[in-house]
């Protein structure tokens, strides 16, 4: 079952912008994580921010966790057209790591 | 260090048979978990195995088997292949699994069943 759902689901921009992808969950976690998947490739982890974190940051990317909200928020910034991928956010549950459907970034040059 | 390696990256197959799909996690990593991938419904969550026992198994029928041997490495099988089987398959490996680490992710193995 899905834990995370990502919002919007496809996100077109053009180079330079600001890119900000949506997650909101459903039940008590100690993390979120975000990944990258380019097309027909496995993914790739960006970025962990834990339960008791409120941003983080790591060169381009920002992410934001509201627990209080259940909702985490990716912001890529000055995006490029190497960014155009799908992004997932994912929490811990009875699995590994539960996944969301994703947002399909396109980055238009 | 080496990535997860997934063999082979393609398959074509055809309705009634099996497959078996392998996976190689880093070197160390105890824990390699399998998802299937579609358009419609995403990334689900197949079985994790851990030194060599499986761990947990997600909602999908018998047809879909695996293993994992003393090297870590593993293998799934899928028997009597159906048509909606056709998806991406991702093998991902962590250290320990089950604890929120991240996963470190295959190129995943991509089936077609016609």
Redesign the interface.
């Known amino acids: 079952s899905?834990q995370g759902e990502e919002d919007p689901q496809a996100l077109s921009i053009q180079e330079g912008e600001n890119a900000t992808m949506n997650c909101s969950y459903k039940t008590s976690i100690?993390?979120l994580?975000w990944y990258r998947q380019n097309s027909?490739?496995?993914?790739?982890?960006l970025i962990?921010i834990r339960s008791n974190e409120r941003e983080k940051h790591s060169g381009r990317l920002r992410v934001t966790l509201d627990t209080s909200k259940k909702s985490s928020s990716l912001l890529i910034t000055a995006s490029r057209a190497a960014d155009t991928a799908s992004y997932?956010c994912?929490t811990?549950g009875?699995?590994?790591?539960?996944?969301?459907?994703?947002t399909r970034l396109s980055v238009i040059a | 260090k080496a990535g997860v390696t997934q063999t082979p990256r393609y398959l074509i197959k055809t309705r009634g048979q099996q497959v078996t799909l392998s996976c190689s996690p880093i070197s160390g990593h105890r824990s390699v978990s399998w998802y299937q991938q579609t358009p419609g419904q995403g990334l689900q969550f197949l079985f994790e195995y851990f030194s060599e026992t499986q761990r947990n198994k997600g909602n999908f029928p018998g047809r879909f088997s695996g293993r994992q041997f003393s090297n870590s490495r593993s293998e799934m099988n899928v028997s009597t292949l159906e048509l909606g089987d056709s998806a991406l398959y991702l093998c991902a490996s962590s250290l320990q699994g089950q604890d929120g680490a991240p996963l470190h992710f295959g190129n995943g193995t991509r089936l077609t069943v016609t």
């Open positions: 899905q100690n993390n994580q027909g490739r496995g993914l790739v982890h962990l997932f994912a811990p009875n699995t590994p790591l539960v996944f969301g459907k994703g």
